[in-house]
């Protein structure tokens, strides 16, 4: 026998489990043993390591614990890969590694190993990837230094290191420049290195990423770092570091570079900076940079990502900004600027996020700003702003965030499109803006309720005041007034028209003829309150009419407060309301049609399966309509009952929050309030179960547990579930080396290609969901850091998934 491979990919189910057998050590002839990402336990059988044989020893996504054994490395000397990744393996790598002399890779990541990283992995010179990240490797004690990095210098054929998240506490060697001259790909972050970059750094001449993030590092960056021509991405943020920009100039490839909370010497961008065309992700935000922004920068056209806040730069901003025509995200809050918006910035019709807040720009907002249709937050806040918020913004529909608080804006707040959903809070402190009740202003005299109207009347005034100049006939003039006088009767019967069909009425026989009587075959589903059909207008309009069964104690209550809400909240991932039906015998509101029914079908039903780039997306959607509903209203909204039932899936899979029939609404007085109504046990917060409180914490703790049960694929009041065993408890349990173990065997076997890397993004999000479920509200992340950190684990998982997993 040769080959022994169980490992499981997209075409089988080989989830094997138990411990391994020792029998396995008497195959003297095998050359690979493949058995990753199975369900095996206990040890790696000793005599494994004997059969001199094997070129490829995977173990890799196991629950597998123990010790390697101290002779490991004695007996292996075809040895070419070795994969021991997401296990629970303790105790320290063995010395005897270093004798098996053919490795070319090593992977001993998200592990328990601990004490020092063996210098004799230097003895490796066949090497080429070493996987040691996310254990409890520490330095050699007898040194401060990374001694381990210079024995490595001997592996000459080494192309990838990975020791990030560990404690090694010690400080880089000048030799670390001897490594290998084929090093693409080195990953320390996390790992409490301090003292200086040493120079010896620049001979890496081959580097393509360098990730040093989250470190101590101090003193200043070596000018060495420009003779890295090759190098693409460059992670230096959260450290202490004294850095020259004008070191980068010379790195022509350059892609990414993120120098975030550090201090550039000399405070200024470079113009230099500007020649980087290959520029995609700029990160220089909490640096102290004074002056204003080189021209030059504006040459980045390929920049996606551009992030100086929290600085001291000064200046106005040019119309040059208008060259960054790809860009998604630019950040230039808490700074210094001043001058007008420069109109061309509405040329890009690409950026979703932009942030000026916290600056002294003046004059007005740009008509044209609705030509940027992929905004989605927009903040110019705490500025010195005169003028209208221009209508031409109801065209932003995909706008959920929008913050002109703290200006000098005068006129009409629009109401179409997104402000529909905006509250109070977007516009305080501008002492004359006017519009709706719900903004907290006044409202606008009547002459300014359109501002197209405004325009019209004017012109008539004035044609009005020439005739009578001109002619002095009070006969003309009165034919003109009358003339007047029946256009803005016109104008004013359109204009009913046109809203009488926004808010349209469907009556009770129309409701019956659309569901064909409430029959069984349109039944969509059933609850607590009434149940949901499926209708078809006489327009051709396809809806679901929502009955409530007036019967069940508590239905008026229910159908007041759902109709209270879906009134009021306008969001993309919130559930819309068409319409209501509503008689002393008969209550229904009429709602958008969701053609892909529930996410409790989507997982719970054997034959709908969702991939892992669309679960991710799900939860996301889900978050936005959160952060919506507890910041975007003029008070915070808690849903109350957050449950894969209620939340649906449009065409696209785009997630829709429904059933609000217990929310509530948070007073402004304070922020939480008593209920004696419980929602769906197992999705229910500790406090909200045990004493009535409800917060926006519920909401969150309910939202960890949909976490839980998306990836899971499994109900908190499944049976296997009782008093002493949770959701939580058994996710907790298996975290970090026996997470394959609770992950949907579905959602496994879609990603096999990057299991690794798709795991660790996995393991992240059930870090938060474990988060947003601990006992202590306090303790429990804002909807807002959820959504920053989901939105983050989706950018790196992009490259991983294709679209396709």
């Given amino acids: 026998?040769?080959?022994?491979?169980?490992?499981?990919?997209?075409?089988?189910?080989?989830?094997?489990?138990?411990?391994?057998?020792?029998?396995?050590?008497?195959?003297?002839?095998?050359?690979?043993?493949?058995?990753?990402?199975?369900?095996?336990?206990?040890?790696?059988?000793?005599?494994?390591?004997?059969?001199?044989?094997?070129?490829?020893?995977?173990?890799?996504?196991?629950?597998?614990?123990?010790?390697?054994?101290?002779?490991?490395?004695?007996?292996?000397?075809?040895?070419?890969?070795?994969?021991?990744?997401?296990?629970?393996?303790?105790?320290?790598?063995?010395?005897?590694?270093?004798?098996?002399?053919?490795?070319?890779?090593?992977?001993?990541?998200?592990?328990?190993?601990?004490?020092?990283?063996?210098?004799?992995?230097?003895?490796?010179?066949?090497?080429?990837?070493?996987?040691?990240?996310?254990?409890?490797?520490?330095?050699?004690?007898?040194?401060?230094?990374?001694?381990?990095?210079?024995?490595?210098?001997?592996?000459?054929?080494?192309?990838?290191?990975?020791?990030?998240?560990?404690?090694?506490?010690?400080?880089?060697?000048?030799?670390?420049?001897?490594?290998?001259?084929?090093?693409?790909?080195m990953y320390a972050h996390n790992c409490r290195i301090g003292g200086t970059i040493p120079s010896g750094i620049g001979n890496l001449s081959t580097l393509s990423l360098l990730d040093?993030?989250?470190?101590?590092?101090?003193?200043?960056?070596?000018?060495?770092?420009?003779?890295?021509?090759?190098?693409?991405?460059?992670?230096?943020?959260?450290?202490?570091?004294?850095?020259?920009?004008?070191?980068?100039?010379?790195?022509?490839?350059?892609?990414?570079?993120?120098?975030?909370?550090?201090?550039?010497?000399?405070?200024?961008?470079?113009?230099?900076?500007?020649?980087?065309?290959?520029?995609?992700?700029?990160?220089?935000?909490?640096?102290?940079?004074?002056?204003?922004?080189?021209?030059?920068?504006?040459?980045?056209?390929?920049?996606?990502?551009?992030?100086?806040?929290?600085?001291?730069?000064?200046?106005?901003?040019?119309?040059?900004?208008?060259n960054l025509k790809v860009a998604v995200f630019i950040d230039f809050s808490n700074n210094y600027f001043s001058g007008n918006i420069p109109s061309t910035i509405t040329n890009l019709e690409n950026l979703q996020n932009l942030s000026l807040a916290h600056n002294q720009l003046q004059g007005h907002i740009p008509e044209a700003i609705?030509?940027?249709?992929?905004l989605q937050q927009l903040d110019l806040s705490y500025n010195f702003l005169s003028g209208s918020v221009p209508m031409s913004m109801e065209k932003l529909q995909d706008l959920v965030f929008f913050n002109v608080s703290f200006n000098n804006l005068s006129g009409?707040?629009?109401?179409?499109?997104?402000?529909?959903?905006?509250?109070?809070?977007?516009?305080?402190?501008?002492?004359?803006?006017?519009?709706?009740?719900?903004?907290?202003?006044?409202?606008?005299?009547?002459?300014?309720?359109?501002?197209?109207?405004?325009?019209?009347?004017?012109?008539?005034?004035?044609?009005?005041?020439?005739?009578?100049?001109?002619?002095?006939?009070?006969?003309?003039?009165?034919?003109?007034?009358?003339?007047?006088?029946?256009?803005?009767?016109?104008?004013?019967?359109?204009?009913?028209?046109?809203?009488?069909?926004?808010?349209?009425?469907?009556?009770?026989?129309?409701?019956?003829?659309?569901?064909?009587?409430?029959?069984?075959?349109?039944?969509?589903?059933?609850?607590?309150?009434?149940?949901?059909?499926?209708?078809?207008?006489?327009?051709?309009?396809?809806?679901?009419?929502?009955?409530?069964?007036?019967?069940?104690?508590?239905?008026?209550?229910?159908?007041?407060?759902?109709?209270?809400?879906?009134?009021?909240?306008?969001?993309r991932n919130l559930r819309k309301v068409i319409s209501c039906c509503s008689n002393p015998d008969f209550k229904a509101l009429v709602l958008e049609y969701m053609p892909n029914h529930s996410l409790d079908r989507w997982l719970h039903s054997s034959n709908y399966i969702l991939n892992v780039t669309q679960r991710l997306n799900i939860l996301i959607d889900v978050a936005y309509a959160l952060q919506y509903l507890h910041y975007g209203y003029s008070k915070p909204v808690v849903h109350c009952d957050l449950k894969p039932s209620n939340v649906l899936l449009d065409n696209e899979m785009v997630a829709h929050v429904s059933d609000f029939g217990i929310a509530k609404f948070l007073g402004k007085e304070g922020n939480t309030t008593f209920t004696k109504t419980l929602p769906t046990l197992g999705y229910v917060a500790p406090e909200y179960a045990s004493e009535g409180q409800v917060s926006t914490r519920c909401d969150i703790y309910s939202f960890g547990i949909l976490i839980m049960e998306v990836f899971t694929r499994k109900c908190p009041s499944d049976k296997m579930f009782g008093e002493t065993l949770t959701l939580r408890s058994w996710v907790q349990e298996s975290m970090p080396d026996r997470l394959s173990t609770v992950i949907d065997v579905e959602l496994l076997s879609t990603f096999s290609q990057h299991f690794h890397e798709i795991l660790v993004k996995i393991l992240s999000i059930m870090d938060i969901a474990l988060t947003c479920t601990t006992v202590s509200p306090r303790e429990r992340c804002s909807i807002e850091e959820v959504l920053g950190s989901l939105n983050k684990i989706k950018l790196q998982m992009l490259p991983h998934t294709n679209g396709s997993c």
């Fill in 1 to 185: 026998m040769q080959i022994l491979n169980t490992a499981n990919t997209c075409h089988n189910d080989n989830f094997i489990s138990g411990a391994i057998p020792e029998e396995i050590g008497k195959l003297s002839d095998l050359q690979f043993i493949n058995l990753e990402f199975n369900k095996l336990t206990g040890f790696i059988p000793v005599h494994i390591f004997n059969i001199s044989t094997i070129t490829l020893l995977s173990f890799a996504g196991n629950d597998l614990y123990g010790n390697i054994p101290v002779s490991a490395g004695y007996n292996l000397p075809n040895l070419e890969h070795i994969y021991l990744e997401m296990n629970s393996l303790t105790g320290a790598i063995p010395n005897s590694i270093s004798n098996c002399s053919n490795l070319q890779t090593l992977e001993l990541s998200d592990n328990h190993f601990t004490g020092p990283v063996p210098n004799s992995l230097g003895d490796l010179r066949l090497l080429q990837r070493l996987y040691i990240h996310q254990n409890n490797l520490i330095s050699d004690p007898s040194s401060p230094i990374l001694n381990f990095i210079s024995s490595l210098s001997n592996c000459i054929y080494l192309e990838l290191i990975s020791m990030g998240d560990n404690p090694l506490d010690g400080i880089l060697p000048d030799s670390v420049g001897n490594l290998s001259s084929t090093l693409q790909y």
């Fill in 212 to 322: 040093l993030n989250g470190n101590q590092l101090v003193g200043l960056l070596p000018s060495t770092m420009k003779n890295m021509q090759k190098l693409q991405g460059l992670y230096l943020g959260t450290n202490k570091m004294s850095i020259s920009l004008q070191l980068f100039c010379a790195c022509k490839n350059l892609g990414f570079l993120a120098l975030q909370g550090n201090h550039i010497v000399g405070d200024t961008i470079p113009d230099c900076l500007g020649n980087i065309t290959s520029m995609r992700e700029l990160f220089l935000y909490s640096n102290g940079l004074n002056s204003s922004i080189p021209v030059s920068l504006w040459n980045l056209k390929d920049l996606l990502k551009l992030d100086l806040s929290s600085n001291l730069l000064t200046g106005s901003l040019p119309p040059e900004i208008s």
């Fill in 370 to 374: 609705g030509n940027m249709l992929a």
């Fill in 412 to 571: 009409e707040i629009p109401s179409g499109g997104p402000f529909a959903n905006f509250t109070a809070e977007s516009f305080i402190s501008n002492q004359a803006l006017c519009g709706a009740t719900k903004y907290h202003v006044q409202p606008c005299p009547d002459h300014l309720n359109s501002r197209v109207k405004t325009s019209m009347n004017l012109h008539k005034f004035v044609v009005i005041l020439v005739v009578l100049i001109s002619f002095a006939s009070i006969t003309s003039l009165g034919l003109i007034y009358q003339k007047y006088r029946n256009k803005r009767k016109a104008n004013n019967v359109v204009q009913e028209g046109f809203s009488s069909k926004i808010h349209r009425r469907i009556s009770y026989y129309k409701l019956l003829r659309a569901t064909d009587n409430y029959s069984k075959s349109n039944l969509l589903g059933t609850g607590s309150f009434g149940s949901v059909y499926k209708g078809t207008l006489e327009d051709g309009q396809i809806v679901a009419v929502k009955v409530f069964n007036l019967q069940v104690e508590g239905s008026f209550k229910n159908f007041d407060t759902e109709s209270e809400v879906l009134r009021n909240l306008r969001h």
